[in-house]
């Protein structure tokens, strides 16, 4: 299926008009006509080649979702009309140990985790292709569904941006009883803040910047501290149970880990572009934890999206239309967005 869709052809070129092909729906499949995706960090990344590995040309996007326009003869979740997703994987072996638990995200077996976009696409021979485009066709292992309560275009970035926080809040049991905090207001950590908030535990928000107060008490934080402010971070010393740190810009992680009580953990969700130094005194006194994790695998991500049609989590975000891509891009690189932008990719048929 012959398909419009947004493109970079070089670590240089802006985004622009591109056509993929998709393919038609084997047995398996879903066949979904987008109506929205999200703009994750990671797609700039991708589309500037900033990690060194990004093939051309690259369609990003792995905030996908849309309505369901064709089933394969074996699909069983999903009928004509319905409501649908795809988030940052299409594909994993499915037989190894971390795709048996759950984790395709962590997959290890031939071929490994296969993402959305600029993976290996064993359909096609070339390379998968993201959301930034008018249609996607995903195996039905690989298909959420969305609640009815959601709004599409709110609920789109959950697929990275919310499970990306879930999936740890809950691992290192974020909930009742527990002190939790939230290190940056993006993307990322306005979700950790919703989802903290909505699993019942005392969150506290960490912030550089005075104006995001008021809307990080809106989201749901308890407290809000600023960060550069080191006598009101060191109020809080060694008294959470956990920090997810969502930060991609250098910073301190030790003052945050002095944060944590006996056994607590930090959890990096953020990619800051250089090495962050770690004191061994900062793990040590009191036994504390620095961890990490990635996304989540399909079965937790179907749980978050139906924790937050039953809590009424969405993402706040701003809509744009396809074409502004570029521009969207350089306000994200200043933090310029509350919280997540979202393409209306009816914008792409017009």
């Known amino acids: 299926m012959n398909t419009k869709a947004f493109a970079a052809t070089s670590p240089t070129s802006p985004l622009g ?25 990671s797609d700039l990344h991708f589309a500037k080649n900033e990690w060194g590995f990004t093939q051309y040309p690259v369609v990003p996007g792995h905030e996908m979702l849309g309505k369901v326009t064709k ?64 249609r996607v066709v995903c195996d039905e292992a690989f298909t959420l569904k969305v609640p009815a309560n959601l709004d599409p275009a709110r609920a789109s970035p959950l697929l990275c941006a919310g499970i990306t926080t879930y999936s740890p809040l809950k691992h290192w049991g974020a909930g009742k009883g527990k002190k939790v905090g939230i290190v940056g207001l993006g993307g990322l950590g306005h979700m950790g803040v919703k989802f903290a908030h909505a699993m019942g535990a005392h969150t506290v928000l960490f912030t550089t910047s005075e104006s995001k107060i008021a809307d990080g008490k809106r989201l749901g934080a308890d407290e809000v501290v600023i960060s550069k402010n080191p006598d ?50 900062s793990l040590i006194m009191p036994r504390r934890q620095l961890a990490g994790s990635l996304i989540g695998g399909i079965a937790e991500t179907q ?3 139906d924790f937050c049609g039953k809590h009424n989590v969405q993402c706040d975000i701003e809509i744009i239309k396809v074409q502004q891509i570029n521009e969207a891009y350089e306000r994200m690189l200043k933090s310029d967005v509350k919280y997540r932008f979202v393409i209306d990719l009816a914008s792409l048929r017009a």
Do not use: W
């Open 17 to 41: 008009p591109f056509a993929i092909d998709r393919r038609e729906p084997t047995e398996h499949d879903v066949a979904i006509e987008l109506m929205y995706c999200g703009v994750c960090h």
């Open 232 to 281: 009101a971070v060191q109020k809080h010393a060694a008294s959470f149970d956990m920090i997810l740190d969502t930060v991609s810009a250098d910073h301190d992680l030790n003052a945050y880990l002095s944060l944590l009580k006996l056994d607590g953990t930090m959890v990096l969700v953020g990619v800051p572009p250089n090495a962050q130094p770690v004191q061994a005194f």
């Open 71 to 134: 089933v394969g003869a074996k699909v069983k979740k999903f009928k004509v009309g319905d409501l649908a997703a795809v988030g940052c994987m299409v594909d994993s072996c499915r037989t190894c140990d971390c795709c048996k638990k759950g984790l395709e995200q962590f997959c290890v077996g031939p071929g490994g985790t296969v993402f959305s976009y600029n993976g290996a696409d064993k359909h096609s021979g070339g390379i998968t292709y993201g959301g930034y485009s008018e």
């Open 303 to 305: 749980e978050m999206l």
